[in-house]
Structure formats: C-alpha cells, structure tokens
C-alpha cells in the first residue's frame, strides 16, 4: 500500500461507512465445498477455469498485473482481469454496480459500503477458512496469523460473518523533515501535545507550514484528518468500555472473556476485541441517555479535547478546508511543511516521490531530503485518561463479490493463492519493484519471507495501542454518529465553522449533540435496528431484511 492510499484503504474504517442502499438479483452466498470434496482440492486447482475481474480501490495495476499473470500460470483455464479504480468515488461506483444487478467486479475493497455488507452481497470467509488451501496442502486457516488479523474463531457464531479479509496492516504515525527540524533548532521529536505545538510554533515563524494535512470533506471523514480527531478523542473517552463491555446476561457475554477481564487504562490493549467483548446495543443506549463519554454537550472532558483539536488544526495549510490529500503530499515532499501524518509504508516510498515529477509538480522531482517518524504525541492535562493511541489495525478489505458457488469457489482459490507463500512472494515482490505501491506494516500471514529491507523497516515502528474497529465515543460520535452519511455531512461543515473560529467550543459540541440525537434512529434503522431494541440491551435484536 503507498502513501496515498492510505486515506482510501483507510477509508472509514478503518471504518464502516454507509451508502445508499442497493440491491442485487443474485445476493446469497455460496455453500463452500464439503469437507469431503475438500481433500480433491489440489487436483482441481488447475482444472479450475473462467473469468476473474479484480476491481480494487487506488492500487497498483503492475503489482496486480503481476499476480495475476502468477495466478493464470498455475491455472491456464482462468483469465483474470485487472481494472483497478481510483479511490475517489469508489463507493459510490461500487454502489451503483449493484444496482444495475450482480456486478462484473469480483474482487473489491468493500470497506466503505456498509449497507451491501449488512445486504449480504459479499461471499463469507468463515466457512472456507476451515478448507484445505491447494498451495500449501493444509487448512487454509493455519496459513493466516488469526490474531493479528483480529479473528478470534472460538468466538464467532452463526449470526457473525467475515465479508472481508484484511491480512496487511497498517500503523499510523507521525513523519517529519529532519532538515527543518535541524534547522529551526528541534533536536528531539516531542513526545508531548504541548511539545509538538510548542515545535509547530517555531516552525510556524521560520516560515514553514508545521502540518500538510487535507481539509476537504473526504480527509476530515475517512482521511487523515479524521485519523487524528478519533485518536486523540480517544486519550479523554477511555472510560467507554465500562459502559459497553458485555455484561453477563448479555447475548454478547463470553464467559472465558468476559468473566476474567478487569478495566486497566494504563494498558494500552485493555480493551482490544480479543480481551473483552462488547455490545453494541449497550452504546447506543449510553448515546440515547447520554450516559458517561457518550454525553458530549455540557462534557468537560469533550470540551478539553475540542479545545486542543481546534489548536492543532490552526497549524494546517492556508485555505485548509479546499486542500485534498496529493497537495498536502506534495507540500511536504517539496520541503515546505514541516511534518504530515502517515505510515510507514513511507519509509521507502518518500524515495520514488521525490523523483515524480507528477507528485512533486516539479521537472525532475526534488531535491530529497532527510526524514524520520514518531509516534503520536499524548495530550495531558485535566480529563485525560491515558496516553495517546494510534490506528494500529490489519487492513486490505478485500471483498468477493457473492455470485453462484463456482464463481465462489474461483473467487476463494484465488485468494489461498494470494495468501499462499508463493502467491505472496510474487505480491510482495511486485510491490518492492514498482514506483507505485508500498507494504504499510508486516503482513498477516505465517510461512512467508519478506524482502530484508522491508523486515528491518517494520522492525523500527514500536506498537503504542490501537484505537481503530472499537465501540467507542471517538470511534462513533466524533465525526458524526457511526458514518452516517447524513450526519458526516453536516458534522463537516460544523466542524469547519469551528475550526474557523465562526463557532464557541460550547457551540461546536452543542451542534454536534444535537447531529447526534437527529441521527441516531434512521443510523440504527439502516443497520436493520430498531429504537425498541434499546430497551433490552440484553437481547439479541431480531434478524430484519
């Protein structure tokens, strides 16, 4: 994954986000195969023919092109097809190809389109994770690192599904210009909220832009921007997972989980999915009570962290509301911003920027300078209940389009091939030879060998916490309620007024309660819930079409 992918890999989810509702003539997933007929799986492999379209969001067309002409070696009977699409209006093409009926695509990156998975329009990885994989001759299961994966299967039932397989990672951190910060006499990266500002404040009067970040609507929800107003909602709203985590009588409640787990802030992955369960008709009782961190007018605890968001954000780009992704990128790949949000995937793509002309705007690329990354800064102070977290977090989003059962079963070979050491090799390789695409954290994935210089780059990036896929407050109100895109809508332009000074801090959060309470009832209905479900937290809600 390179750097500009990220905010659309990232997308939402990192989140789920919602969509218009679509629909599909063909919407049900295929039965695998039994586990009878999976022992002959090996022998069918190359056997196997027809048509595979890969249809991702901003990938590499050469890194795909190269698997696919990998995968098409091994089984001369299947075509694949590689038409990768650009990031910007994915979902709202994706959406529209179910519409108009069961789309060509079959692999997608389904991240942002909440409403299809919820319609079952993608194949379910659970039950084929259980088959023999033909490229390693065992299940396909003990190929992938579960854990990191965030799968847990002793704790999945019949009503839980995995529509889509993330198997690379990410971490978010923060990448800065050794060469300014030489320059303006910044000899340690700040560690501190009140370090960085103090460092922005410097590189603020020596004429530089502290932080290339994108303004426009599509960064302050599923980018950068948004990456930033989760985490660091996150260091005032810790306490959440009293209020969610399961509770005995709950539908959620796992005993062997459950039953052992006690809160500890002071640990960073108190409240990881594997650690504790939580249910998610408990959050949104707290949000229509307004129990705890999920009151946000009239919270000292919002209203200290809205203060220091409004600080850091008065850092950004002049005209940062109108600024996308590639000109803050390029801001800082020409040496005129100090600092920007990334991953570590930059650690050898920044090299290829500085050369491209496209990116840098300028004949010949750049001059490259010297550069490095920390962590993120922890904000301190009165309502701050542990130190700062990133999104830390598997991610990919491959989705398969869910057609007849051969389609399936193509779709699903295709993917243990992926997984597969072999098939990775190719994927890996693809990717360390092309000016395009970049690994954004170590894979997922057992019995591979990466390139060196990728092991050693990933080895340099120390695990802080992660904030990303949980029930919390800033994961599900602070830009908005829970990607509700009539929410996220007008939080933007709230938050914009804010920033710009047009709104109190009382006035920001006051908005953004009342976006809250309009919002919460049409979100839970297009998540097929109901107001009513609220009153028995305990129950499991009723399976509605």
């Known amino acids: 994954m390179n750097i500009k992918k990220s905010s659309a890999i990232l997308a939402s989810a990192l989140l789920t986000a919602t969509v218009l509702a679509a629909c599909s003539n063909n919407n049900k997933a295929a039965e695998p195969e039994s586990s009878a007929s999976a022992s002959s799986t090996e022998s069918a492999a190359s056997q196997l023919s027809g048509t595979f379209n890969i249809s991702l969001s901003n990938g590499s067309s050469a890194v795909w092109n190269a698997v696919a002409d990998a995968y098409m070696k091994k089984n001369p009977g299947v075509k694949v097809n590689v038409d990768i699409k650009p990031a910007d209006n994915y979902k709202e093409w994706l959406t529209a190809q179910f519409a108009a009926g069961t789309p060509d695509a079959d692999l997608v990156t389904n991240n942002e389109v909440a409403n299809l998975l919820a319609d079952k329009k993608f194949v379910d990885y659970y ?27 002793d704790s999945v039932g019949t009503e839980d599904h995995l529509y889509n397989l993330n198997f690379e990672s990410v971490q978010i951190v923060w990448m800065y210009n050794k060469e300014i910060f030489d320059k303006i006499g910044i000899s340690e990266v700040p560690k501190t909220f009140s370090e960085l500002t103090a460092d922005f404040d410097k590189i603020k009067a020596a004429g530089y832009t502290p932080l290339a970040l994108a303004g426009d609507a599509n960064s302050m929800w599923s980018g950068q921007a948004g990456w930033l107003v ?95 992704d590639d000109q803050a990128y390029q801001m800082f790949l020409t040496g005129k911003a100090a600092t920007m949000v990334s991953t570590p995937a930059s650690y050898w793509q920044l090299p290829k920027d500085f050369a491209d002309e496209a990116k840098t705007g300028a004949t010949g690329g750049v001059k490259a300078f010297d550069y490095g990354f920390f962590n993120m800064p922890s904000m301190e102070g009165e309502g701050v209940i542990a130190p700062a977290r990133t999104i830390q977090i598997p991610i990919g989003f491959y989705g398969l389009v869910s057609k007849d059962a051969e389609q399936n079963a193509l779709g699903m070979d295709f993917m243990m091939y992926l997984t597969s050491p072999e ?45 990303e896929g949980y029930e919390s407050p800033g994961n599900n109100l602070a830009r908005g309620i829970n990607d509700y895109q009539p929410s996220v809508q007008d939080w933007v332009g709230s938050v914009q007024r804010f920033f710009a000074g047009k709104l109190t801090t009382e006035q920001y959060l006051s908005e953004l309660q009342a976006n809250i309470d309009k919002y919460l009832e049409p979100m839970l209905k297009q998540s097929k819930k109901e107001l009513s479900d609220l009153d028995t937290p305990e129950r499991r809600p009723p399976e509605r079409k």
């Open 127 to 153: 039950p084929y994770l259980d088959q023999v994989n033909p490229y390693t001759n065992k299940p396909w299961k003990d190929s992938l690192d579960l854990g990191a994966m965030g799968i847990n299967l």
């Open 230 to 324: 989760r985490i660091y909602a996150d260091q005032y709203l810790r306490d959440y997972i009293n209020v969610i985590r399961s509770q005995e009588q709950d539908y959620t409640y796992l005993p062997s989980v459950d039953g052992i787990w006690k809160y500890d802030p002071t640990d960073p992955f108190n409240d990881a999915n594997s650690n504790v369960t939580k249910n998610p008709l408990r959050q949104w009782k707290a949000v229509q009570d307004k129990t705890g961190p999920y009151k946000i007018a009239g919270n000292p605890a919002w209203t200290a962290y809205a203060d220091n968001l409004k600080k850091l954000f008065s850092y950004t780009p002049d005209g940062f509301f109108g600024v996308k």
């Open 423 to 467: 098939g990775y090799k190719v994927y890996a390789e693809a990717i360390q030879n092309s000016k395009d695409a970049s690994l954004s954290g170590a894979p997922a994935l057992k019995d591979i060998t990466l390139p060196a210089e990728m092991t050693a780059a990933f080895a340099n990036f120390e695990p802080i916490g992660n904030t």
